[in-house]
């Protein structure tokens, strides 16, 4: 596991060399949100991360439920049975493998990873403009119906999940980079993420956190290009 500190926010990454996914211990005054759960393998990690820092996680919340952001929700609940875990409204069917559409949305079929054995269940259901702690939650659908971004308010970074990659090169989700390919794969609607990456540019985030990619410092001109792109593919 890779350690990686900007600001109030700790990246945390699993397999850095061949499949890097993150996840985000957030610093709040005496305590830790914990964004995204990783890999089943990954709960000892995160913990003693935690115990680096030398605060207890509080909460647990997810930008979308694949089980690459998933995977150790079991075992940190077991852990920290008192930290309730936030995903948001939409997707909370995941959790039951209800992939169904609901009316409005992009006739796509759901893709990814849908969790399969988790015990753990969503204790709160989050919508846009939620806090938790220090985080305002964004809708940001399109790598799945019902995914969030969150914005540090106190500054500027934003907590993207797979709305953005910045692996290989930044890139919206849906966006295929030929060598790593994978959150592509994974997008339901490639879009709606268009939509919902033009709106997280417009929060001007001072920093960009992903789901698979190192953090990005004053990411506007690398998201504003990832768009282009992405527009460009859409035709």
Not at 97 to 106: F, M, T, V
Not at 153 to 182: H, K, M, N, S, Y
Request: proline content about 7%.
């Amino acid at each position: 596991m890779k350690t990686t500190t900007l600001g109030f926010v700790h990246q945390l990454t699993f397999l850095p060399g061949a499949f890097p996914v993150n996840c985000y211990l957030v610093e709040e005054e005496d305590s830790l949100t914990l964004v995204d759960a990783a890999l089943p393998y990954s709960a000892r990690g995160i913990l003693a991360a935690a115990g680096r820092i030398g605060k207890r996680i509080e909460r647990i919340v997810l930008t979308h439920p694949h089980e690459d952001h998933v995977g150790a929700l079991d075992d940190l609940k077991r852990a920290l049975p008192d930290a309730p875990i936030f995903v948001s409204e939409r997707d909370a069917s995941f959790f039951d493998r209800d992939l169904s559409l609901r009316p409005g949305e992009a006739a796509s079929p759901i893709r990814g990873g849908v969790p399969k054995k988790l015990a753990a269940r969503p204790d709160r259901l989050l919508r846009e403009g939620d806090r938790i702690g220090s985080l305002t939650a964004y809708a940001s659908p399109g790598h799945t119906p019902g995914s969030l971004a969150f914005l540090d308010e106190r500054d500027g970074t934003l907590i993207a999940g797979d709305a953005f990659q910045t692996r290989g090169r930044t890139a919206v989700a849906g966006t295929v980079v030929p060598w790593f390919p994978f959150p592509a794969f994974a997008t339901w609607d490639a879009r709606t993420a268009v939509n919902s990456a033009r709106k997280l540019l417009d929060l001007a985030p001072r920093a960009l956190a992903v789901g698979h990619g190192a953090m990005l410092r004053d990411p506007g001109e690398a998201m504003r290009r990832a768009i282009r792109e992405a527009e460009a593919k859409l035709g």
